[in-house]
């Protein structure tokens, strides 16, 4: 069984991905401009490799992680305009920013009309948004 989530531990960290790939990738990076910066004229072609391939895996990490959270944010858009609608037979304001309207996923039905209001109204950042929520609606599906 999930430890019931709230505001204190709904961030998820991977380990192996946030702290040991990412520390990885860096040092692999540094590792190989150092590389390059003390190769012989004869190896420069391979270490300047060495750096593009480096450079090539951290974009391909970051984007991995990127497009997929893109994806999941239209989704959570989606979801989140739906249930504003059956509650109130208005899709959400145009003001609100995605980060606001993902953080507005936490809220029970009871709580979200007002709070959206309040979001707009105040221009709540996602953090505050979440902190306002009194009986937490967890979401253990996103990634």
């Not at 790939?21 to 270490?47: C, D, M, Q, R, W």
Request: hydrophobic share 45%; aromatic share 10%.
């Amino acid at each position: 069984m999930k430890k019931e989530q709230n505001f204190e531990n709904h961030e998820q960290i991977v380990i192996g991905y946030h702290r040991v790939g990412t520390i990885g990738i860096l040092l692999l990076i540094i590792g190989s401009f150092v590389n390059l910066f003390k190769s012989a004229p004869e190896n420069l072609y391979s270490a300047s490799l060495i750096c593009l391939m480096s450079f090539i895996l951290f974009l391909v990490a970051a984007y991995a992680r990127l497009f997929p959270l893109k994806a999941q944010d239209r989704a959570i858009r989606a979801e989140e305009n739906l249930r504003y609608y059956v509650l109130t037979g208005k899709l959400l304001p145009k003001e609100l920013r995605i980060s606001q309207i993902i953080a507005l996923r936490f809220a029970p039905d009871e709580e979200l009309v007002a709070l959206v209001e309040k979001a707009v109204a105040e221009k709540l950042k996602s953090k505050e948004i979440k902190k306002t929520i009194k009986n937490w609606r967890a979401d253990y599906h996103r990634v």
